[in-house]
């Protein structure tokens, strides 16, 4: 097992997807977007992208950041509106990436929506489990942290599927990286269920058909938040442990149907020995390709869509 203790003072190295547009300046309509994968650095390793402080994007310094912009794109004959954020680099071109869950594909470009006011980025914590957590296995319920790579998982779709891949990360309990609590009887748990702020947990029922049109739709944890039997759990410190299987699946923790790590935007969270380890295991992930065939195990719902639930 792979533990990282993230403790502020080595730069944190990050991949995310990114289009190459500028809302402020967008390209003419029905111009083709593709996706592309950089390496964003976090140089002083406190989890904001910002700038005079040495964050850099695919090698060239962040000059500003603009949280708030929106693109509309055209993707299989419908029009999708993401919501984002816009980095402006010396030296280079400006790049969009989601901030709304939205998983880029190659698109078309149809129109854009810019904010005023510079600001910062606070990078996402990587969806994962309270270290406790009981995961079903072949053998019964056991503690996350206790798993193995070879242990079998007991998944939705494939049944038991082995465990391929296993991480763990200690951090500050606060702020962003607060895990969210969910009281027995909330999403199907049996007992209290405690995971990362962007975790998804599978929602399904009339709730998933009446706001997302869909039969099933993995949820971030952080948009379920009601202040009542859903809240966030802000601790000292907080271990966060990942689980790769051979594909992205639906596991169950604690009985609540919920997401098993999906690399995708976030194989290189944390440290380069984490990618490493991961590319040992999965070559293709090195290429965008390779990684656009690792599809999620469900629809997921972008955060704004998806805080209706709340409400």
């Not at 470009?109 to 270290?131: D, E, G």
């Not at 709730?207 to 601790?235: H, Q, W």
């Not at 271990?239 to 169950?252: A, K, P, S």
Request: charged share 15%; glycine share 10%; proline share 6%.
């Amino acid at each position: 097992m792979f533990k990282l203790f993230a403790v502020g003072m080595m730069p944190g190295t990050y991949s995310f997807s990114f289009f190459s547009i500028d809302p402020g300046n967008p390209p003419a309509r029905n111009s083709a977007l593709t996706p592309s994968t950089l390496t964003v650095t976090d140089q002083n390793d406190n989890g904001i992208i910002g700038t005079s402080q040495g964050d850099t994007i695919g090698g060239f310094t962040v000059a500003s950041v603009w949280v708030g912009d929106t693109i509309t794109v055209r993707v299989d004959g419908k029009n999708v509106t993401i919501t984002g954020v816009t980095f402006y680099r010396t030296g280079a071109s400006a790049v969009f990436m989601p901030t709304d869950g939205t998983v880029l594909t190659n698109a078309t470009f149809r129109s854009a929506t810019y904010v005023n006011t510079s600001t910062q980025y606070t990078l996402p914590p990587v969806p994962c489990f309270v270290a406790g957590t009981l995961i079903f296995t072949a053998q019964g319920a056991r503690p996350v942290e206790t798993l193995k790579p070879g242990d079998l998982i007991l998944t939705r779709d494939s049944g038991m599927r082995p465990l391929r891949w296993i991480g763990q990360t200690t951090v500050s309990g606060q702020d962003r990286f607060a895990p969210i609590r969910f009281m027995p009887g909330t999403c199907g748990n049996t007992n209290q269920l405690l995971v990362s702020p962007n975790h998804r947990i599978l929602v399904t029922g009339w709730k998933a058909e009446m706001y997302f049109g869909e039969r099933e739709i993995l949820v971030p944890a952080k948009t379920l938040v009601n202040g009542d039997t859903i809240m966030s759990a802000p601790c000292e410190t907080v271990t966060y442990v990942h689980l790769l299987l051979d594909r992205h699946e639906v596991i169950f923790a604690e009985g609540a149907a919920t997401e098993s790590l999906h690399p995708g935007d976030y194989l290189l969270a944390g440290a380069d020995e984490t990618a490493a380890e991961i590319l040992a295991l999965f070559p293709e992930l090195a290429t965008e390709s390779g990684r656009r065939r690792w599809k999620s195990a469900r629809s997921i719902a972008r955060t704004r869509e998806a805080r209706l639930l709340a409400a």
